[in-house]
C-alpha cells in the first residue's frame, strides 16, 4: 500500500491567500484525521471524520478554516483567507477499525505551509 | 482542557543504557496511551499502546501506566543511536484509531554513541 498521501508536501503563499491541502487515506481506512503541528503548540487535532462525516471539528481554530471528505479517498483542508500563524506542518493521519492494529493511526508525509 | 504534559528535553542518554521517557496527562476520562516517534522532517510512528494500568513490553520497549497518578511512560532498553528522535505520548478517550489523540509536545532524546 502507499500509505496516506498529502499534496503539496511543501506551499507558500502570501497572507490573505487561498490555501487547499490534500488527503487521500490508506484504502480501506474509514477515519480520517487532520492534526496541525508547530513548535510552539505541538502536534494538534484540528478535525476527523469517520465514512466521511466529520465527527469532531472542535480543534478547528477559526472559521477561516474548513474541511471536507467528499468520498472515501480524497479529503481537503481549506484557509480562507490564510494567516502569518497558519504557518505550520498539516498531517493527514487515516484508520481503520477492521484491522489487527486498531488503534494505530497511520499519518502522511505532511505538507510544510509557509504564509508571507 | 486536555492536557498531555511531556519533559521537552533533550534527553541524552550513552548508547547501550535505559532510557527513561515520561508523561502526565490531565482528563481521567483517558483510556488508551500511545506513544509515537517522529524523526526530525518526519511523520510520528506508533511505537506502543497501552490500556491498562502495569507494564506492557514490546521488543526493546516497555510502556508502564499508573491512572491513579495520571502517569504514563516509556523506556527503551539498549538503546541505540537510531533510537535518536521527539518522542511524543497521547491519549485518547476510547480507542485510538476511532478518536482523536491529545498529544504532547515531545521529548527529544538524544543516544551519544
Known amino acids: 500500500d502507499a500509505g496516506v498521501i498529502q499534496s503539496p508536501r511543501h506551499e507558500v503563499t502570501e497572507m490573505g491567500q487561498e490555501v487547499t491541502l490534500r488527503c487521500k487515506p490508506i484504502s480501506g481506512h474509514d477515519y480520517l484525521f487532520w492534526y496541525r503541528q508547530t513548535m510552539m503548540r505541538g502536534l494538534e487535532l484540528l478535525i476527523y471524520?469517520?465514512?466521511?462525516?466529520?465527527?469532531?471539528d472542535s480543534g478547528m481554530p477559526e472559521d477561516r478554516f474548513s474541511a471536507k471528505m467528499p468520498n472515501a479517498s480524497f479529503s481537503t483542508l481549506k484557509i480562507q483567507p490564510s494567516e502569518p500563524r497558519d504557518s505550520a506542518v498539516y498531517f493527514c493521519?487515516?484508520?481503520?477499525?477492521?484491522?489487527?492494529?486498531?488503534?494505530?493511526?497511520?499519518f502522511g508525509p505532511g505538507t510544510r505551509l509557509t504564509v508571507l | 482542557q486536555k492536557e498531555v504534559e511531556q519533559n521537552s528535553g533533550p534527553l541524552s542518554v550513552p548508547e547501550g543504557a535505559i532510557a527513561s521517557l515520561n508523561c502526565t496527562y490531565s482528563?481521567?476520562?483517558?483510556?488508551?496511551f500511545f506513544w509515537y516517534r517522529q524523526y526530525s522532517g518526519k511523520s510520528p510512528e506508533l511505537i506502543m499502546f497501552i490500556y491498562s494500568n502495569g507494564d506492557k513490553e514490546d521488543g526493546r520497549f516497555t510502556a508502564q501506566l499508573n491512572k491513579a497518578s495520571q502517569y504514563v511512560s516509556l523506556l527503551i532498553r539498549d538503546s541505540q543511536p537510531s533510537d535518536s528522535a521527539t518522542y511524543l505520548c497521547?491519549?485518547?478517550?476510547?480507542?485510538?484509531?476511532?478518536?482523536?489523540?491529545?498529544f504532547g509536545k515531545g521529548t527529544h532524546l538524544i543516544i551519544q554513541p
Open positions: 471524520f469517520n465514512n466521511n462525516v466529520p465527527i469532531d
Open positions: 497521547a491519549v485518547s478517550p476510547g480507542g485510538g484509531g476511532a478518536d482523536g489523540l491529545t
Open positions: 482528563d481521567r476520562g483517558s483510556q488508551s
Open positions: 493521519a487515516s484508520s481503520s477499525p477492521l484491522e489487527v492494529r486498531t488503534d494505530t493511526q497511520y
